[in-house]
Nanobody, 118 residues
Framework: QAQLVESGGGLVQAGGSLRLSCVAS??????????LAWYRQAPGKQRELVSG???????TYADSVKGRATISRDNFKNTVSLQMNSLKPEDTAVYYC??????????WGKGTLVTVSP
């Protein structure tokens, strides 16, 4: 039973858009997390931070996605989402959601694959 489950990945052409969602199980309340984030890992590359949001609602974006990505949280649905527009082939990767408790413990999803064709 996964505690965080990502969805919304797929194959898109460059310039297209995707909305990634991460649903937390009832054992995790995203409203209680100190930090929520999306990471990605391309083949042969290290995992990198794409976007994060604090409990206070302050977002952070990697330079590579600024202006093209928006992170959001829905406490009622217990989800965190990442809207990505103007996708580039360089965005191709497995995207993972992350939730960190105020005490520094991390929860991770198993990832959703995003493939952007030229």
């Amino acid at each position: 039973q996964a505690q965080l489950v990502e969805s919304g990945g797929g194959l898109v052409q460059a310039g297209g858009s995707l909305r990634l969602s991460c649903v937390a199980s009832r054992s995790i309340s995203i409203s209680a997390m100190a930090w929520l984030a999306w990471y990605r890992q391309a083949p042969g590359k290290q995992r990198e931070l794409v976007s994060g949001i604090t409990s206070g609602g302050t977002p952070t974006y990697a330079d590579s996605v600024k202006g093209r990505a928006t992170i959001s949280r829905d406490n009622f649905k217990n989800t965190v989402s990442l809207q990505m527009n103007s996708l580039k082939p360089e965005d191709t990767a497995v995207y993972y959601c992350n939730a960190r408790t105020p005490r520094g413990s991390d929860y991770w999803g198993k990832g959703t694959l995003v493939t952007v064709s030229p």
